[in-house]
Structure formats: structure tokens, C-alpha cells
């Protein structure tokens, strides 16, 4: 390469004008420009691992696994507690269906069968003492013993509607103040607070629904 003295443009060897400012390059020497080397990056430099001065720093070494010792087998065992457990639980069941059936002079139980006015055949056991007939009421906290509330869709029964004793080995009804009255066997209606003994086939009338009153042999 030739290089310009005038505005030092690098022309080909053996150019005698400069193709930038057309000086006259005859008798310039030839300069050669020798393209520089490329850049060799410097070698990776390598950290040296940390040097744990401190005991309590340095990484243990893993403790070996140790499998856990066989539980000793308890299924016999569960099984002796299981079975006495039941054997209690019927027991305390029988013992109380016993005291239920004797407490109170409570030995003989009776139930109503709807004739007429609902569900005909439905059956309410009579298993308290004191049962009341009426409809539910779970606002007015009114749960009677007796729920005719799905049997009465006229709502004729009162929701304190009548109440049935047993009493000295006797069934007596009551009407409860009612507003349609209560009868037995179709006689007069009852007066409220006035009791009416019950025997075995008694016909009950509690608003439109006819009740057949059966005791238990």
C-alpha cells in the first residue's frame, strides 16, 4: 500500500495519483500496513475453593440412615379392647331399654294409625308418659310427640292441639284449648284441661284427622 503524504489516503501499489486528493504518488515509497493481530483473551482465572476456618462452618458428613426398630404388633390387643368395648355398648343399650320400659310404671305402650284425614295406616308410637298431638313448629319451639303437620294440609290441628297421659296403668287424652276441638269415638267435643280415658280401639278425632287409638299386647 501507498500511502498519501498530502492527505495520507492508502492507495494500491503502483498507483501514481492519490484517489482521494489526486496528488501525484510517484516517488512516494510504498508503505506496507500490516494488519494488527486479534485480541487474545486472557485465560480463565480459577477461584480456589473456601477455607473454612470455623468447625461449626465446615460441611459434616452424612450420618447413615438407620431404619426405625419394628413396632411390636398390638392388632391382637386392639381387637380384645374392640370386642369389650361392643360387648359394653350392647350391654349398656339393653340395661337401658330395660329401665326405659320400667321407669315410671311404664309397662305397657300403645300407638295411634291414622283412619282418615292423612296418610291412611301411618303410625305414631306413644313411648313418654305424656304425648303431645299437634304440628311442628320450629319457630315457636313446638315439637310434638305426635307431628301431624304433614296429614293436615287444611292445618285443622292445632299446634298444641291434645295430650295423651298414661297414668296409674291408664291412657288419658286432653284437649289442649284446640281450636277445632278434640272427640273420642265421636262424642262431645272435650272441654280443654278435662281429661278422657282411652281403651284399646278408641276412634280420636284431632281437627279433620281420624286416629285410631291401639295398645300394645
Given at each position: 500500500?501507498?500511502?498519501?503524504?498530502?492527505?495520507?489516503?492508502e492507495?494500491?501499489?503502483?498507483?501514481?495519483?492519490?484517489?482521494?486528493?489526486?496528488?501525484?504518488?510517484?516517488g512516494?515509497?510504498?508503505?506496507?500496513v500490516?494488519?494488527?493481530?486479534?485480541?487474545?483473551?486472557?485465560?480463565?482465572?480459577?477461584?480456589?475453593?473456601?477455607q473454612?476456618?470455623?468447625?461449626?462452618?465446615?460441611?459434616?458428613p452424612?450420618?447413615?440412615?438407620t431404619p426405625?426398630?419394628?413396632?411390636?404388633?398390638?392388632?391382637?390387643?386392639?381387637?380384645?379392647?374392640?370386642?369389650?368395648?361392643?360387648?359394653?355398648?350392647?350391654?349398656?343399650?339393653r340395661?337401658?331399654?330395660?329401665?326405659?320400659?320400667?321407669?315410671?310404671?311404664l309397662?305397657?305402650?300403645?300407638?295411634l294409625?291414622?283412619?282418615?284425614?292423612?296418610?291412611?295406616?301411618?303410625?305414631?308410637s306413644?313411648?313418654?308418659?305424656?304425648?303431645?298431638?299437634?304440628?311442628?313448629?320450629?319457630?315457636?319451639?313446638?315439637?310434638?310427640?305426635?307431628?301431624?303437620?304433614?296429614?293436615?294440609?287444611?292445618?285443622?290441628?292445632?299446634?298444641?292441639?291434645?295430650?295423651?297421659?298414661?297414668?296409674?296403668?291408664?291412657y288419658?287424652?286432653?284437649?289442649?284449648?284446640?281450636?277445632n276441638?278434640?272427640f273420642?269415638?265421636?262424642?262431645?267435643?272435650?272441654?280443654p284441661?278435662?281429661?278422657?280415658?282411652l281403651?284399646?280401639?278408641?276412634?280420636?278425632i284431632?281437627?279433620?284427622?281420624?286416629?285410631?287409638?291401639?295398645?300394645q299386647?
Amino acid at each position: 500500500m501507498i500511502t498519501c503524504k498530502q492527505c495520507s489516503t492508502e492507495n494500491l501499489d503502483g498507483s501514481e495519483y492519490c484517489d482521494e486528493c489526486g496528488a501525484k504518488l510517484k516517488g512516494m515509497a510504498a508503505v506496507r500496513v500490516v494488519p494488527a493481530a486479534p485480541a487474545v483473551p486472557p485465560p480463565p482465572q480459577f477461584v480456589s475453593p473456601p477455607q473454612f476456618n470455623s468447625p461449626s462452618l465446615a460441611p459434616k458428613p452424612a450420618t447413615p440412615f438407620t431404619p426405625p426398630a419394628q413396632a411390636a404388633p398390638v392388632a391382637a390387643n386392639i381387637t380384645s379392647v374392640a370386642s369389650h368395648s361392643t360387648s359394653n355398648l350392647v350391654g349398656n343399650a339393653r340395661a337401658t331399654r330395660v329401665e326405659a320400659g320400667s321407669a315410671n310404671g311404664l309397662l305397657v305402650h300403645a300407638r295411634l294409625v291414622i283412619q282418615r284425614g292423612g296418610q291412611i295406616g301411618k303410625e305414631f308410637s306413644l313411648t313418654e308418659n305424656d304425648s303431645l298431638i299437634g304440628r311442628w313448629d320450629a319457630d315457636g319451639g313446638i315439637f310434638p310427640d305426635i307431628d301431624l303437620d304433614q296429614d293436615d294440609p287444611e292445618a285443622k290441628v292445632s299446634r298444641r292441639h291434645a295430650r295423651i297421659h298414661w297414668q296409674n296403668n291408664q291412657y288419658a287424652i286432653e284437649d289442649l284449648g284446640s281450636t277445632n276441638g278434640t272427640f273420642v269415638n265421636r262424642g262431645p267435643r272435650l272441654l280443654p284441661g278435662n281429661k278422657q280415658a282411652l281403651k284399646n280401639g278408641d276412634e280420636i278425632i284431632v281437627g279433620k284427622t281420624f286416629l285410631k287409638f291401639v295398645t300394645q299386647s
